[in-house]
């Protein structure tokens, strides 16, 4: 038998991480030594006994042999911070691929050198009501940006300087010269930073409703009671969730215990944050993108500290090291950013699962559109739903038109606006209230359909679309079955099938030409290159500073516009294109989130959705905001088909310099795979599907394929990923990288 050797770290940070040292496994550990397990080592010159934790095992030695010296034996399992991490490291690892050090780099702070560093405030110099004052004369002499700043200093005297610039959008001009004008001051301190640091107000706080109390009670119970509970609350926007939450965590803080909150990047505003601070002052703090390095690193050791309770962020919070964590809520559970998009490619779902369970923590997932994953495994009884049925805020559902694109193609009309949507246009033009059209983008890969009957091309085996290349080819970037683009719909015979090319711009103008008076805005990726611009977009919208606001799938979420009673959706079909199994699901979401603007204030909204497929579940659900109905066609085609979450999947993304060398090595790794044999337990195989090319074939001159792997049980995927990275360790491929995506979110 040959010798097993293991890299062991003795340091546990973020730096140190590269530096790690080599040791025998000796014989009496080769069955029960496993990566990510706290091991004693005999250290330095005097041996001394020291704890290092084994983040790889291998049959190389990088050493003399002769003089690597043998691991003394396992050590107790601990309960400390550092304890937790490495076993959440090893967790990341395992079920999503990548390397011990990868993962280690995902779950810890990067430290930086603790410098006093300057931050600056803005605080308010006038008393309320002369700010209230200001605030109305610069909004009668329509100065926006001086209106919202003052307004913002109404609700919270003292607002970090960051916020007013980003999440508010107002320019460093704007604020100097209200500091001229007396109404506010600039202030410079040094210490601590912490990003929220605002002075806490007087709250006043509504009892819970039955239907809120019924879910915090009987979290609460069954906390108490030892069980580690996970829940789903699904309620759609406005009906008391974000309330729960935070009644859920005032409990957790009488227990001693703390909470982390997540919430998608995007929807991380202003409002949001005040809500949390106004219940919880210094006690909550805020992890995003835009914290540097060092601040990030300061959150953490103030969490490990005990210096806070709560901590709010994107995914990455879910690593805030907190000694007895007690809660973590994940809103807005079925968004597609809670997957990390590089190696290790986790889910932020799955992973907070295993944090709670790493710390005897609940988890509470929210959403108004729960994810495929999240219901499946509520009706299986693994988590615990809970409904929450109205909406607090009052409005009422918008009435939804649906119209039959193929039907106005036929009557004449070949604009890109229906009759129905050009007349409910003019109708709040003339009323001054204010309209969304919504360019349903997203996973958008040149999708084929036809004008006249509305049939997409799809994949004789993978039942998506297929996707048109260069050369009037036609793709499926699942199985890479290809067929020559038709020059006429093989369903009705007319030539009218091609992709859609309608951009936000188009839109734009086609609108002005229909009414030249329009005062538009547009949202998209070319307009909010930078995180500022797009706060800026929204508040500008949200101070009526436009009639219509034109954009992609980031103008469905965030902010509330009151004055929006009419949403039109261009082309709903354009998601349910994608050449991916969860374009059904994304369509009904988008759908659903876009129908859901309108009329959310005192107005009754209207909503109009355009689409090629009229029928189409996805369509019909959405319009009827029916979720349940929408569930059990969605789950049908998922079982059918073998997609998760009634089954999982594994796509092995294979990156080469050279295009043959990539095209080799997914072949001969898709061939590894299937000739996996049986594990002796019964089971049956696991299904391959491919190798293609990705549906971007090559990006900066690196070559992409890809292929599936199938099967119902995650860990026989898990074993997949496991034989193929010894296979990869074994060659190691020169001109090539694989990288691991379980579950994928999106079609490479
Ligand atoms: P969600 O998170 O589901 O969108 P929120 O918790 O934000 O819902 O609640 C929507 C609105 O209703 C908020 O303005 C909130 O202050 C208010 N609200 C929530 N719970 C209650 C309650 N029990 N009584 C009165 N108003 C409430
Ligand atoms: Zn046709
Ligand atoms: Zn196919």
Known sequence: MRDLYADIIVDISHEKLDKTFQYRVPEKLRDTLEVGMCVMIPFGNGNTLRKGYCIAIGETCKFDPTRTKDIAGIAEKGVSVEDQMIALAAFIRRNFGGTMIQALKTVLPAKQSVRQLEHKRIERLLDKEATISLQGEC?????????????????????????????????????????????????????????????????QRFP????????????????????????LIYGITGSGKTEVYMQLISEMIERGRQAIVLIPEIALTYQTLLRFYKRFGDRVSVMNSTLSPGEKYDQCERAKNGEIDVIIGPRSALFTPFPKLGLIVMDEEHEGSYKSESTPKYHARETALEVARIHGASVVLGSATPSLEAYYRARLGEYRIFSLKERLTGGTLPK??????????????????????????????????????????????????????????????????????????????????????PERCPSCGSKYIMGFKAGTQQIEEKLKELFPAVRTLRMDGDTTRTKDSYEQILSAFSNGEADVLIGTQMIVKGHDFPNVTLVGVLAADLSLGANDYRSGERTFQLLTQAVGRAGRGKLPGEAVIQTYQPEHYAVTHAAGQDYEGFYEEEILYRELSGYPPAAHMLAVQIYGKYEDGAKQLAKKLSDVVKSIEDDGTGDDRVSVIGPAPATIGKINDIFRFVFYVKHREYGRLVHTKDVLEEELQRSQPKWESVQFDFDPMNTM
């Open 139 to 203: 909004e009668r002499k329509h100065q926006v940006a001086k209106g919202r700043l003052l307004r913002a200093l109404v609700e919270q005297p003292e607002i970090p300087y960051e916020w007013v610039t980003g999440k508010l959008g107002v320019a460093s001009s704007t604020v100097k010269s209200l500091e001229r004008a007396g109404a506010l001051r600039v202030v410079s301190t040094t210490g601590y930073r912490n990003p929220v640091k605002l002075a806490q107000e007087e709250e």
């Open 208 to 231: 819970l409703s039955r239907e809120q109390q019924k879910i915090v009670t009987n979290i609460c119970q069954e906390f108490d009671a030892g069980k580690i509970g996970t829940y």
């Open 400 to 485: 939804v038109h649906t119209v039959d694109l193929r039907a106005e193609l036929k009557e004449g009309n070949r604009s890109i606006f229906s009759r129905k949507l050009q007349e409910l246009l003019a109708d709040r033009l003339a009323k001054g209230q204010q309209s969304m059209l919504f360019l349903n983008r997203r996973g958008y890969a040149g999708f084929i359909s036809c004008r006249a009957c509305g049939h997409v091309m799809k994949c004789p085996h993978c039942d998506v679309s297929l996707s048109e290349h260069r050369g009037g080819k036609l793709i499926c970037h699942y199985c890479g079955y290809e067929e020559p683009k």
